[in-house]
């Protein structure tokens, strides 16, 4: 009888689950996307509900389709779109506020007044390794706070709890009994000393966010408890959980300081191992944890872009250019070759290296030769020059990553990774197993569950399915990046 692991994949835009064999293999996947609200300019909401309900049909219909026994599933692991911040009631598991996404900018302007204490900026950078920017948790819960009727009462009076996605579904998955996070989400709220790992008091002072609303942070790979029998149809122990990016550094087996990956999802981030000691960007990166094993942290330097395949999505739903996602592949390939249209996805702001909340989105260089191959290539094509806007401030701090690792849905596209390898002058490793967001909290569950012995016998699992090497000479590749600097430069407002 064959055992499996059990990630799920908590993303944006949809919840999964994959069954993993035990030599990391993913079997069978189901999948169940859920709707998107933007009830004002540059909120962005999820029903918590709706996302809940989506994780157990997920599972369900992942064992079902399996045609396995609960029992056959030795451990779950979770992954999660990280920031995006619930606040629920601790008595009925009810969240008092839909869930406020990553993307989500009404915060805006409170950063934008408390950026004038340098003092608080210094220090939160220092200890949490993040620059002071609503893309966070910390501003997210205290406007819950401040604007949900009576939501302050309560949390003062410890009635209330917060987490992240991972640690949302571990009080659910465990009714209500477990109220646990890992390192790895704690690093992303603006809250958590990555130093000390622990919750930092001035910052939950300044951001008035009482204690007792925080869940207790644990290593990547630990004993974040069972869950109730009623759900699945038999208790399971959740052991693995880190954010959706740590979670793929894991997955792609970047282990090593100077190894690198660069998922692209709805958005694209690119994240690079710098082993037990933290290095603190200089570029406006963002020092992080890329997971915490046995007490040990391990750091990372990350860059992070909020429209990568939300820009293709846009693209299909928005100006209906097509119908489906894979589409663009065959339209960028009959573009221009000369095509020097600009797409600058600037929707919800830009992210890395910019930190821009409100620069807004515009497609610049359009002539009466502009058709809808040309825009649809332009979209692809801004992907690549986030990613080079990453890989020079990456540059700047001293960290050229060895190896660029890269997954997630959109690589897939060849001609996509053909111009990313050309516009970055780099190789690009594209992987036999592109799961590896849901593939590293498989191998987390997998070492706590004691599948797995170390580090390096999971590096043995890595295979290269397909290598994209560069093309463009490097005046090619300069001119068309300082093409895209000035297109961005005309849409920046700070």
């Known amino acids: 009888m064959q055992n499996f692991i059990l990630a799920i994949d908590q993303g944006t835009t949809s919840s999964r689950a994959i069954l993993f064999t035990l030599e990391g293999k993913p079997s069978f996947i189901a999948q169940q996307e859920f709707s998107q609200s ?24 992942v064992i079902a389709e399996a045609q396995i026994s609960v029992s056959q599933i030795i451990s779950i692991g979770i992954t999660n779109q990280r920031e995006t911040t619930l606040v629920w009631d601790k008595g009925t598991g009810k969240t008092i506020y839909p869930a406020i996404v990553w993307q989500d900018r009404r915060t805006s302007s409170l950063c934008d007044e408390l950026s004038e204490d340098e003092e608080l900026v210094t220090h939160l950078n220092n200890k949490t390794g993040l620059l002071l920017d609503p893309y966070f948790s ?51 709220t603006m809250l958590f000393d990555i130093h000390l790992q622990d919750w930092d008091q001035k910052l939950l002072q300044t951001f008035n966010i009482p204690q007792s609303m925080l869940p207790k942070v644990l290593n990547s790979a630990d004993e974040f408890g069972k869950t109730d029998p009623l759900i699945l149809g038999e208790s399971i122990a959740i052991q693995g959980v880190a954010g959706d990016q740590q979670a793929a550094l894991f997955g792609q087996t970047c282990f090593k300081s100077g190894m690198a990956k660069s998922t692209y999802g709805t958005g694209c981030f690119m994240v690079l191992n710098t082993g037990t000691k933290p ?23 990350e ?47 830009l992210g890395a290296p910019y930190w821009d909340p409100n620069a807004r989105g ?65 190789e690009v490793d594209r992987p036999e197993i592109t799961e590896t967001t849901a593939l590293g909290v498989a191998y987390l569950a997998g070492l706590q569950a004691g599948i797995y012995k170390s580090l390096d016998e999971l590096s043995s699992q890595w295979r290269c399915e397909r290598t994209f090497s560069p093309r463009f000479s490097k005046q090619q590749r300069d001119k068309a990046y300082s093409l895209w600097q000035q297109a961005v430069n005309r849409i920046r407002c700070d």
């Not at 249209?341 to 702001?349: D, E, I």
């Not at 990553?401 to 050309?422: C, E, Q, S, Y």
């Open 38 to 61: 933007y009830p004002d300019d540059g909120w962005v909401e999820h029903d918590p509900e709706e996302i809940w309900q989506s994780v157990v049909n997920s599972c369900k219909k």
């Open 138 to 188: 910390a501003t997210k819960i205290k406007w819950i706070l401040d604007n949900v009727e009576g939501a302050r009462k309560k949390a003062e009076a410890g009635k209330l709890a917060f987490g992240t996605i991972d640690t949302f579904l571990i009080w659910r998955l465990t009714k209500g009994r477990c109220h646990y996070t890992d390192a790895t989400n704690a690093s992303r």
């Open 279 to 301: 290095l603190k960007s200089e570029n406006r990166l963002l020092t992080t944890v890329a997971y915490r094993l046995n007490g040990e942290t391990t750091y990372a330097l």
């Open 303 to 349: 860059g992070s872009i909020f429209m990568a395949g939300a820009t293709i999505q846009w693209l299909r739903d928005g100006l209906q250019l097509i119908k489906e996602a894979s589409e663009t592949e065959s339209l960028a390939k009959m573009a221009s070759p000369n095509n020097q249209v600009f797409l600058v996805p600037a929707f919800t702001g």
């Open 362 to 426: 515009a497609i610049l260089g359009l002539t009466r030769d502009t058709g809808i191959n040309e825009i649809v290539a332009a979209g692809l094509q801004s992907v690549c020059y986030q990613s080079k806007d990453l890989q020079k401030a990456m540059e700047s701090d001293g960290a050229r990553a060895t190896n660029l690792r890269v997954d997630g849905g959109m690589v897939k596209n060849d001609w996509l990774m053909g111009f990313l390898a050309d516009i970055l002058g780099a």
